[in-house]
């Protein structure tokens, strides 16, 4: 399975309300429960109404599309780094899920990631 390097760093946010959010963006993971709307977004680009943030996340995208049928996918990345003692942020779209690692431990996570048979773009 390929993974791609999403180059730029990013944030997790819990915000009051989404009239803030600049949607043309081209990194925005917004997602909406009765007891809050958390949003990943660019770092460079976190709304003015934050209530909580996170900061200092890197990405890792999978470069392949992945059919609703495939079961293991975020399952095994995760073991791999949980074993290495890297957690993880997981966000998905429609085609695909993005794995954030703390900018401290991404390096490592890149490395554990390629020693057991990922290749990284």
């Known amino acids: 399975m390929n993974?791609?390097?999403v180059d730029c760093d990013f944030t997790v946010c819990k915000i009051d309300?989404?009239?803030?959010?600049?949607?043309t963006q081209e990194f925005i993971?917004?997602?909406k429960s009765s007891d809050e709307i958390s949003l990943v977004?660019?770092?460079k680009s976190v709304?003015?109404?934050?209530?909580?943030?996170?900061p200092g996340w890197k990405a890792i995208k999978i470069s392949d599309t992945l059919d609703f049928s495939m079961v293991g996918v975020i399952a095994n990345i995760s073991a791999i780094l949980a074993e290495a003692d890297?957690?993880?942020f997981v966000v998905s779209t429609y085609n695909t899920d993005?794995?954030?690692i703390k900018i401290e431990n991404f390096d490592k996570g890149i490395h554990v990631l390629i020693n057991n048979g990922y290749v990284i773009k």
């Open 3 to 5: 993974l791609e390097v």
């Open 17 to 23: 309300n989404i009239d803030k959010i600049d949607l």
């Open 29 to 31: 993971f917004l997602s």
């Open 41 to 43: 977004c660019e770092s």
């Open 47 to 54: 709304p003015t109404n934050v209530i909580e943030s996170e």
């Open 86 to 88: 890297i957690s993880i």
């Open 98 to 100: 993005y794995i954030l």
